[in-house]
């Protein structure tokens, strides 16, 4: 009976320590196997990328130029996005080793922009990166006004020209913020009148037909100190037919030119000794049916103010133009007498379309050219109205 219960006992003792030590290195060590091996695996797949995104996540009031950076260390960058709200991207270039990614342009103020980046390491992996932040707005801003209209049609001698309404002390970003293309294609080249002024216009008159499309991305620039632009704007024009006119202040004549061949020569009288009309090349800036010319208003007190001028051709700021005389007697084709402008034969009214200064006007665009030679005054001054053909392509491109 002892050996009966002695014999159940070992055996119970056997089959439990049996039992617990196949369960410990079956179950238990596989375990412990198992889970080394998903750890391993996991530091396996991990990236050794780390992607930075500069300025942090949640940001407000971000600069709108040199804030935004994207870098990678322990990795290369492969794609960057960044996005307005609206889903329009902001253009960029990753650098060739691939550590940052810099913005090509401005961005806008007010904004509100996500930023994805992804990179990888020497073996492959990706890591990645998401951010958002919002750009300031600024307290005091700028435009430019602009000449031609957009949608129009101007003669050849026609520049882009801008006047901005704050005094610009970084020209370089501001100029950089606009594009011109155009159809041919031509090269065009800016040129600054000042802190204020920049106007654009290729080497050589522009080609009939050349169609000119200009982008405006002022928005976000800091055209001086704590002073961004506002303004995104495309403006497109059409060049049309090419009519440059040639007034010879010695022969009191103009002929008037399309496509180099001579149209017409309309009689005319210039500016009189000691009132000698600008030489060079001036373009017409703006055309009115009938104005007031008043010499007060260009230095000249009282010696005139004529309420009536009929088809007036603005040639210069300063108050030069093409117009119509219906007091000038026999002074057409014969002898100078005005106060520094060109004058065609007209009557009063300007009710009479087959007088030379009525078939100017109605055949002429703003952009048209037109030259003055052989006057005893010097050469109109390239800022002086749409003139900048009176500079040298060197000089603009200075």
């Known amino acids: 009976m002892l050996a009966l219960i002695l014999g159940v006992l070992l055996l119970a003792v056997t089959a439990c320590g049996g039992g617990g030590a196949g369960s410990g ?16 695996a996991a530091e396996t797949k991990q990236s050794e990328a780390i992607v ?30 960044v996005k ?9 270039k990753i650098a060739a080793d691939g550590a940052s990614w810099t913005p090509s342009t401005h961005l ?55 006047r901005f309404t704050r005094g610009i002390t970084s020209p370089d970003d501001v100029e950089k913020a606009i594009t011109i293309k155009t159809s041919p294609a031509v090269d065009v080249q800016g040129h600054w009148f000042g802190n204020d002024r920049l106007d654009f216009r290729p080497e050589h008159y522009w080609k009939e037909g050349t169609k000119v499309t200009v982008q ?7 055209g001086r100190k704590g002073v961004y632009g506002k303004q995104n704007k495309t403006v497109s024009f059409t060049i049309g037919r ?21 149209i017409r020569t309309i009689p005319v009288t210039t500016g009189k000794p000691g009132y000698d009309t600008w ?14 010319m008043n010499g007060e208003t260009v230095g000249y007190g009282g010696e005139y103010d004529i309420k009536d001028v009929p088809h007036a051709s603005r040639l210069t700021d300063s108050g030069t133009f093409l117009h119509g ?12 007498a005005s106060h520094g402008c060109v004058g065609l034969r007209d009557v009063k009214g300007g009710y009479d379309s087959g007088v030379p200064a009525a078939w100017f006007f109605n055949h002429s665009l703003i952009g048209d050219v037109v030259i003055v030679k052989n006057s005893h005054d010097a050469t109109v001054a390239p800022d002086n109205g749409l003139n900048g053909w009176n500079m040298s392509w060197d000089k603009w491109t200075a």
Do not use: C
């Not at 290195?25 to 391993?40: E, I, L, N, R, T």
């Not at 992804?118 to 990166?129: F, H, L, Y």
């Not at 005389?325 to 100078?336: I, L, P, R, S, T």
């Open 25 to 40: 290195s079956g179950s238990g060590s596989g375990d412990a196997k198992s889970g080394k091996g998903d750890s391993a």
């Open 52 to 81: 930075s995104i500069t300025p942090k996540d949640g940001a407000k009031s971000v600069d709108t130029s040199g804030a935004l950076k994207v870098a990678a260390t322990k990795g290369k960058l492969t794609e960057v996005q």
């Open 84 to 92: 307005d709200a609206k889903g329009t991207a902001v253009e960029g």
């Open 108 to 162: 806008a103020s007010g904004t509100a922009y996500t930023v994805h980046a992804i990179a990888k390491d020497s073996k492959g992996r990706t890591a990645a990166e998401d951010s958002g932040f919002t750009t300031l707005t600024p307290k005091n801003t700028f435009i430019g006004t602009f000449t031609p209209e957009d949608g129009s049609t101007v003669g050849v001698g026609m520049p882009f020209s801008l």
């Open 216 to 222: 405006l991305r002022l928005d976000g620039v800091e």
């Open 242 to 262: 090419n009519q440059v006119s040639v007034v010879d202040a010695k022969k009191h004549t103009m002929k008037v030119t399309q496509d180099g061949k001579t």
């Open 279 to 292: 030489n060079g090349q001036m373009v017409i800036s703006e055309k009115l049916a009938v104005t007031r």
């Open 325 to 336: 005389n219906y007091w000038g007697g026999d002074a057409f084709g014969n002898y100078n």
